[in-house]
């Protein structure tokens, strides 16, 4: 039979590709089942299922029974705190010491920094990370439409992957089968109007559809990778189940899927949740305490323990204040008896602590405390990086998996600019945006490698960041003034941008003249110590990184002019308003040179 990717545009390519993904669905009935199965252990609700009818549609007839204590969710939202706080950020590393190319990986990195902001990229992979810790595979699609790039997390459960063809975890065909609302599909393909409006609802098991008002349509995708180089017999195929929407040639080696797996598998494509590993400890935890509610609820209440024949009227064993009870012989006991063995309480102690020790977490991390006695920011450092180790390798999945969006939106970019040579996007400089061009970033991939760093090396917490500061500031590694900006709190970040603002001038002024190439002049008024400084080791990089002549004659020459500033301030009174300097109208309007005393020392 022939294959759907060899199946040419005008021979109707839906036809063979829906039922060939309806028989690997089949096939793999027990996969949609397991899913659910995690779906419900981490939500604590017996759902219905999965689709868009069904995902908040709990079991009528188990509606009521919900576990008292949610082992799975608590490892799970732990380590999605624990690592995805995390945020790791891409940097594009030039090949060679090119000072062009250096500027263009600034620029390209300020662009997937927009991008990262712009498509919520960070809240995709925090839920994405969630999937991975419930289904043990976390996915993000990344693709354009509109003119924009677009990061969606996409639930496993559309996903359909041949086992057979993914035993080595390398398929070279992959399916998406979703329901997309009938509206936004006609706007996506407005010249398939007529045949989006002849399909029908789809059908689930339960018939939610039918009595929904929510008018969505079934959307099969599907991709095959080239078999080589030349070979030109990679496929993109949409489709619905009456027409192809787009069928194209597929020429890129992976799939627009950025994939997160918990723990991976001996073999196979899809990963092994928190979900799956600790089911057995859930469900042991569950029948403890469902056996425990149940003999509190019988065995808990007091009883009155009376001597037979010792003459005692029932009715005076009441609930009255000082009241008369009459005896004979042995008085009446009121007994407590204990309704759960205490052996019980301490084996669900056990199996939190196994369920703890399986996925690497304590349960002081699970409870957000932290150990007595440790209270230095050091020691909290020091504590946190013992238990981090066992999260090296998922921590290393998380940054790889930002770095794989990273790549992705950057071939997007590169279709959406063949189409639109104006397509920007807006990036945040410091306190200010810029918008930056995909033409004046677009670089050949073998000229750069992605690496991946996080936001932030300093402690979060204000007083661990303070600490850590410190420590550097007194080792001689950095001075005052930058510990003060390292600091970065909120409560005095007025006061920061206010008296680090006359730096950062500096700075920015630094970096516009090799970017634009164009000079601009130090001012008297300008921290001039620390402009000649930043100005010699901007030299001293640039020069090391191949920079052009003329970008470094220009910082030769501002710093020849900060230098002259300096000395012309020690030997001169203190200065007036910048308009009745003399020196400020000795500035020469043409080129914003200052006169130069002669032969004046470099220091």
Known sequence: ????????????????????????QENQIYRRAENLMWARLYGSVDIMGLTPTTYSRPNPISQGVR??????ASCIDTLAAKISKNRPRPFFLTDGGNWTLQTKAKKLQKFIDGQFFETKTYQQTDKAFIDAGTFG??????????????????????????????????????????????????????????????????ADEFGFYNVTDADYVEVMEAWHLPSGKSTNDGRHVISTRNCDLVFEQYNRTHFPFAKLTFRDRLAGWYGQGVAEILMGVQISINRILRNNDVSQYLHSAAAWLVEEGSGIVSAHLNNDIGH?????????????????????????????????????????????????????????????????????KLGQKWEQFHLDIASLMIEEAKVISDQDPKFSVLAKDGNFIERINWKDVKMDEDKYQLQVFPTSQ??????????????????????????????????????????????????????????????????????????????????????????????????????????????????????????????????????????????????
Request: proline content about 8%; overall charge negative.
């Open 324 to 392: 008369i009870v009459k005896y004979r012989g042995v008085p009446p006991e009121l007994k407590v008896f204990s309704a759960v063995n205490p052996e019980m309480y301490a084996q669900i102690r056990e199996h939190m602590q196994r369920a703890y020790e399986e996925v690497g977490i304590s349960q002081l991390s699970a409870a957000s405390q932290k150990p007595a006695g440790l209270n230095s920011g050091k020691a909290l450092r020091e504590y946190n990086d013992i238990e981090s180790e066992r999260f090296v």
């Open 67 to 72: 576990p008292k204590f949610n082992i799975v």
């Open 458 to 603: 300093l402690p979060r917490t204000p007083y661990a960041r303070m600490q850590y500061v410190t420590e550097m500031q007194n080792a001689g590694y950095i001075d005052p003034e930058t510990a003060q900006e390292l600091l970065d709190m909120p409560d005095i970040e007025q006061f920061a941008n206010l008296a680090f603002a006359g730096r950062r001038v500096i700075r920015d002024a630094v970096q516009k003249m090799m970017e634009t190439n164009e000079f601009i002049p130090p001012e008297p008024f300008q921290d001039l110590s620390y402009t000649l400084s930043y100005a010699q080791m901007y030299y001293n990089y640039a020069k090391l990184h191949g920079a052009d002549e003329l970008k470094l004659e220009m910082l030769r020459r501002y710093m020849e002019q900060a230098n002259a500033l300096i000395q012309l301030s020690l030997h001169t009174e203190p200065m007036a308003t910048p308009s009745e300097t003399p020196l400020a109208k000795g500035v020469d309007d043409q080129n914003g040179s200052v006169p130069m005393p002669e032969a004046v020392p470099m220091i």
């Open 137 to 202: 595979t976390g996915l993000c699609k990344v693709f354009s439409a509109e003119g924009k790039i677009i990061v969606e997390r996409v639930i496993p459960d559309e996903i359909i992957v041949d086992d057979a063809e993914a035993v080595h975890n390398n398929p070279r065909n992959l399916y998406q089968k979703k329901l997309v609302d009938r509206d936004m599909l006609i706007n996506l393909f407005p010249e398939y109007k007529s045949q989006i409006l002849d399909l029908p609802k789809p």
């Open 1 to 24: 039979m022939e294959k759907w990717y060899t199946i040419k545009k005008d021979d109707e390519t839906y036809l063979r590709l829906i039922p060939l993904m309806n028989k690997i």
